[in-house]
């Protein structure tokens, strides 16, 4: 039985203060390692404008051991065929996981077709899972009572100590740590900046990852929970 999962990455270029940026490296290529080399797991890759989302620069230079996956066969394949996120449907996948970088914190956050892509997943009862700043995609979704999804689950996502850390805090419009924490979500952190932390909740359909170096561990979950 085959199993589809839709990679979102941002189309976001620019942050608030001019920088480079887009979807950050190593978060796209270790879980797509992880589920690419599983038997019967499909991948698509969509963002808001489509074909050949912006990588961010600086995580090209950061890992260079993870620049091979931008000239291999495959992810090229998929990066210069990236699907418009107008024009998937959460029923023809089984799980959606959101690259982090800046990007989505600018772009993402605000989509009205993510939001709509993303309670789709959600009132179906399919994977949802984010990384670093990914879960920045998360906050405009609502349930039909008009709560945000997010509420009373256990979350995590870039802590403001390492937004802080990085001196990106007038490049992004919110703190992602704070915004989780206002929609309601339990908000928990590795015990050190920089930690990999992976938080699941949702009977196991709500996966979020805190950094970097939390990517990996969400791909390993994310494949968990599509066995499950």
Known sequence: MTKK????????DKTLTGAQTGWYLPEA?????VLAAAHGVEIDFAAPKGPNPPVDEGSVKNFPDDAGFLSAAS?????????????????????????????????LSVDEDNAKLLEDFYKSNKIVAAVCHGPGAL?????????????????TGFSNVEEEQVGKVKDIPFLLETRLK???????????????????DNG?????????????????????????
């Open 5 to 12: 999962v839709l990679f979102v990455l941002t189309s976001c």
């Open 29 to 33: 290529v270790h879980p797509f390692n």
């Open 75 to 107: 992810p090229k394949s998929k990066l210069e065929s990236t699907k418009k996120l107008s024009a998937v449907e959460a029923s023809d996948y089984d799980a959606v996981f959101y690259v982090g970088g800046h990007g989505p914190m600018i772009d």
């Open 139 to 155: 906050v405009k979704a609502k349930l039909d009572n008009g709560d945000s999804i997010l509420k009373g689950k256990n979350v």
């Open 182 to 200: 206002e929609l309601g979500g339990k908000f928990t952190a590795a015990a050190e900046p920089w930690g990999t932390h992976v938080v699941i």
């Open 204 to 228: 196991g359909k709500l996966i979020t990852g805190q950094n970097p170096a939390s990517a990996q561990l969400v791909g390993e979950k994310i494949l968990e929970a599509l066995k499950a």
